[in-house]
Structure formats: structure tokens, C-alpha cells
């Protein structure tokens, strides 16, 4: 524990390895499999066990479970795993388990996060760098969810759904298909409600790359013909495109969930 600052109510089991600089503070209890590297903080009451890595400067916030046992029957005590990056800040009584026999063994959070309170990360999902989960969100076992996806306070996903890249998903909403990158979905159950055009330009994306993405969205969710069908045109007149291309990609490797479509219409804008 060389470098580290730890309260004397903090319990640190003896295996523990903690890096430089990290910092544990009152009445938080760290196992011995547990892994924090350089500047860590855990504020206070916080309780992280199991084979669980956070990543440099990541904070965590009192009353967050991180590492337990996960919420799924079919786990009988195998040595999972639960990796959280760089620079993330996990808020209050917010619950991450680890991974899962059946789905991998790994429960894995990308950097930059932003996890606030109350919210839910559960076993074998795979969260991508930069998310933003608000308060109550609830990600169920299996999902993948890209980089920069923003999450509304108090929506759900169901379990082995994808979310692709820069996607946004409205408050309140129960997510049961796979929301295509760049998309917005919004409802209970969610719709598919066209791109996250403010997240693009918040991001700096190109106009005509924009441009270029909204008349191929117009193109996939279009009436005419097969969803397949529609894809690969896109596919063939946007091929040069690199975001059209995430779409495509995204739409034909699909598997366990449906494709996120719109409702009425394909709100292009």
C-alpha cells in the first residue's frame, strides 16, 4: 500500500494492491483481489470486492457496490472479472457487478465515464469510453454499449442489447432493441426517433458528413422494400462514408436483439 492514504475506518483486505496516490476514506471496505491503480479516490463508505480493477484517477462516491456477486442465478462463485477505466466518476449507490461463466467472465467500463447515482451496470456488459449514464439508469446483463452514448435519467436496456457509438437515449425509456450508432431513441417501449444530430455537432462531427448519414438514415428506414435490402444500398451509395459504414455495420452484424426502428415514419430530423 505504498503512496496510498487510508482512512483508519477503512478496511483493506491484505492482498489488495493499491497504487500511488490513491486514497480511501472513511468506513470503505476493499477486498484482497481488488486492484487500484495511481490516484484513485474512494470518498467514503464505498465497498469494492472480487477481482475488480479501477482505473487511474477514477472517484467513486459513498454507498457504490463495486464487484459483488453478480445479480444472476446461473453464477456459482467462478473468478470473474470487473475492469473500470481511467477517469471516471462513479456517483452515489451506484452497483457494477462483475462478469459471468456464461458471458465472458468480464464486466468492462471504458474511460472518461460518467456513472451518477443510483444507476445500475450489470454482469457481462461492455460500456465503451466517454458514457454518460444519469441518475436511475439501468443496464442489464450481455449489453454493449459504444463510446459517447448518453443515457436520460431512468431509462433501462435490456439484456444482450446493443448501443452503438454517440447514440442518445431519451429519459425514461425502456430500450429492447439494438439502437443503431448516431441514433436517438426515445419512448416506452423505445423508438427509434432519428440521429443525435445535437450530440454530432457537440462533437464537431463534419456538416456534409451529417448531411451524407441523414439521407442514408432517410435511405435504411425508408418503406420500400427489405430492411436488408435498404442496407445494402446504403451500403453501396455511401461507401466511401465512413459513419454510413458504422451504420451498415452496426444493422448486419445484429444477433441477439432486433434493429431499433422508428415508429411512424423514419424521423429523419
Same mark, same amino acid.
Given at each position: ?36 491503480? =495511481? ?39 467462478? $473468478? ?86 454517440? $447514440? ?72 466511401? =462514408? $465512413? ?11 445484429? $444477433? ?14
Amino acid at each position: 500500500m505504498s503512496g496510498a492514504l487510508v482512512h483508519p475506518t477503512a478496511i483493506v483486505g491484505s492482498g489488495a494492491q493499491l497504487g500511488n496516490g490513491v486514497k480511501i476514506g472513511p468506513y470503505c471496505i476493499v477486498g484482497d483481489k481488488a486492484v487500484l491503480f =495511481d490516484n484513485v479516490e474512494l470518498i467514503s463508505h464505498v465497498s469494492v470486492d472480487g477481482h475488480t480493477e479501477i482505473g487511474a484517477s477514477t472517484r467513486i462516491f459513498p454507498f457504490a457496490s463495486i464487484g459483488h456477486q453478480p445479480q444472476d442465478r446461473k453464477y456459482h462463485g467462478e $473468478a470473474s472479472r470487473l475492469v473500470i477505466g481511467e477517469r471516471c466518476d462513479i456517483r452515489e449507490s451506484v452497483t457494477i457487478n462483475p462478469g459471468t461463466e456464461a458471458g465472458g467472465m468480464l464486466t468492462s467500463i471504458g474511460n472518461d465515464c460518467l456513472i451518477m447515482a443510483s444507476a445500475h451496470v450489470a454482469h457481462d456488459a461492455i460500456l465503451g469510453n466517454n458514457v454518460i449514464m444519469a441518475n436511475y439508469v439501468g443496464i442489464a446483463g450481455h449489453c454493449q454499449i459504444g463510446d459517447n452514448v448518453t443515457f436520460g435519467g431512468s431509462s433501462v436496456v435490456h439484456q444482450r442489447t446493443r448501443v452503438g457509438p454517440h $447514440a442518445f437515449i431519451g429519459a425514461h425509456s425502456m430500450v429492447d432493441g439494438d439502437i443503431i450508432p448516431y441514433g436517438m431513441a426515445v419512448g416506452n417501449r423505445a423508438a427509434l426517433t432519428g440521429l443525435n444530430l445535437v450530440g454530432l455537432k457537440r462533437r464537431k462531427f463534419d456538416r456534409e458528413a451529417i448531411h451524407r448519414l441523414r439521407a442514408a438514415y432517410r435511405m435504411i428506414f425508408a418503406s420500400e422494400g427489405t430492411l436488408r435490402e435498404r442496407v445494402e444500398d446504403a451500403a453501396g451509395l455511401f461507401r466511401e =462514408d $465512413a459513419l454510413v459504414q458504422d451504420v451498415v455495420a452496426f444493422i448486419t452484424a445484429a $444477433a441477439d436483439r432486433p434493429i431499433m426502428l422508428p415508429r411512424n415514419g423514419n424521423n429523419a430530423d
